[in-house]
């Protein structure tokens, strides 16, 4: 149980369009779900907190109007990158919760901007 | 406010002896500790959880870690390392406040095991 799907696992997009990655909590109905931004060698670095209906927190430092959040349901999280650069290059990991002190994470997409 | 400091960004070991990974970490809370293992490329996969039972937690794949509410600790320990141990492990602290559930991670250590 507990499953959290990502996709897509591996997106190259060319400067300047936008992506979106979906965030999918298979077998639960997931109250809140986390954004996470992890560069090489680095940890996971929170970017925001969505809860269904509701517009996104996000964490100090990010910007609310390239990383666009929707939560549509207690499934669904979608991440769109907007006009991608190629320093938004990076593995963005999702998590979702069912409001308990546990996170169930996916297993991560690789965003490559050429 | 929580953080944690994991105390090694690298540690390497042969293959067959012990392993341990060490973690601090500060809370206002009573807070919950988590340990998850990274492979390249991959998501994260939980080890083991400490959620305010036994202080001795048994994980997966032979790790297990020991909760020390007065040295601040939750040290994770494996007696005989495998190859496949070679990771990144975080060593993360979650407390729920009135933002909600917040995890807090450490910067990682990566395990690397020499045959």
């Known amino acids: 149980g507990a499953v959290v799907s990502q996709h897509p696992s591996w997106v190259i997009c060319k400067s300047g369009t936008s992506v979106k990655i979906e965030c999918r909590s298979l077998?639960?109905?997931?109250?809140?779900m986390f954004w996470y931004r992890q560069f090489p060698k680095q940890s996971l670095m929170l970017m925001a907190t969505s809860n269904e209906g509701s517009k996104a927190t996000y964490e100090q430092g990010v910007e609310k109007d390239k990383f666009l959040i929707n939560h549509a349901s207690l499934t669904l999280s979608t991440l769109t990158v907007t006009s991608a650069h190629p320093e938004d290059s990076s593995f963005y990991i999702c998590s979702a919760s069912t409001g308990s002190n546990e996170q169930f994470f996916g297993p991560g997409t690789r965003l490559t901007v050429l | 406010a929580q953080s944690v400091t994991q105390l090694d960004s690298h540690v390497s070991v042969s293959e067959g002896t012990p392993v341990l990974l060490r973690c601090n970490y500060s809370s206002s809370y009573s807070p919950s500790l988590f340990w998850y293992v990274q492979h390249p490329n991959k998501g994260l996969q939980l080890l083991l959880k400490?959620?305010?039972?036994?202080?001795l937690v048994k994980g997966i794949n032979g790790f297990e870690a020991e909760f020390k509410k007065s040295e601040t600790s939750f040290h994770l320990t494996k007696p005989s390392a495998h190859m496949s141990d070679a990771a990144e492990y975080f060593c993360?602290?979650?407390?729920?406040?009135?933002?909600?559930?917040?995890?807090?991670f450490g910067g990682g250590t990566r395990l690397m095991v020499k045959p």
């Open positions: 077998d639960f109905q997931a109250t809140t």
């Open positions: 400490y959620t305010s039972a036994a202080t």
């Open positions: 993360v602290v979650s407390e729920v406040d009135n933002a909600g559930n917040m995890l807090t």
